[in-house]
C-alpha cells in the first residue's frame, strides 16, 4: 500500500535551517510528482514547493523563493525540502503529498 512518511522537523532559531525529508513506497516513486505543503493553526494548507518526474520544480510560495530548495533522490524514494534562513512565519506543519495521498507531517517551529 502506498505510504507516506516525513521527518527532520524539529525548532530552530530564526535565521536556522532545517532539511525534511520525505520516505513514499507504494507506487513508482520516480514517476511521480512529490509535493510539499504546510499548515499553521487556524490558517489554510498551502503548497511550499513542487517536484515532477523530470525535477522540474514550482514554488508556491513567493516568500520562500530563494530560501528553500526541493530535490529528490529517486533511487532512495525520497524527497527533500531544504529550509534556510528560516523565519517565525515558516512554522507550520509540513507535509508530504503524492498521487492523492498524505503523510502524517513533520512540525517546524521557528522562534528565538
Known amino acids: 500500500q502506498v505510504r507516506i512518511v516525513e521527518s527532520g522537523g524539529g525548532s530552530v532559531q530564526p535565521g536556522g535551517s532545517l532539511r525534511l525529508s520525505c520516505v513514499a513506497s507504494?507506487?513508482?516513486?520516480?514517476?511521480?510528482?512529490m509535493s510539499w505543503y504546510r499548515q499553521a493553526p487556524g490558517l489554510e494548507r498551502e503548497l511550499v514547493a513542487r517536484?515532477?518526474?523530470?525535477?522540474?520544480?514550482?514554488y508556491g510560495i513567493e516568500s520562500v523563493k530563494g530560501r528553500f530548495t526541493i530535490s529528490r533522490d529517486n533511487a532512495k524514494n525520497t524527497v527533500y525540502l531544504q529550509m534556510n534562513s528560516l523565519k517565525p512565519e515558516d512554522s507550520a506543519v509540513y507535509l508530504c503529498?503524492?498521487?492523492?495521498?498524505w503523510g502524517q507531517g513533520t512540525q517546524v517551529f521557528v522562534s528565538s
Open positions: 517536484i515532477n518526474s523530470a525535477g522540474g520544480t514550482t
Open positions: 503529498t503524492s498521487i492523492g495521498f
Open positions: 507504494g507506487f513508482t516513486f520516480s514517476m511521480a510528482v
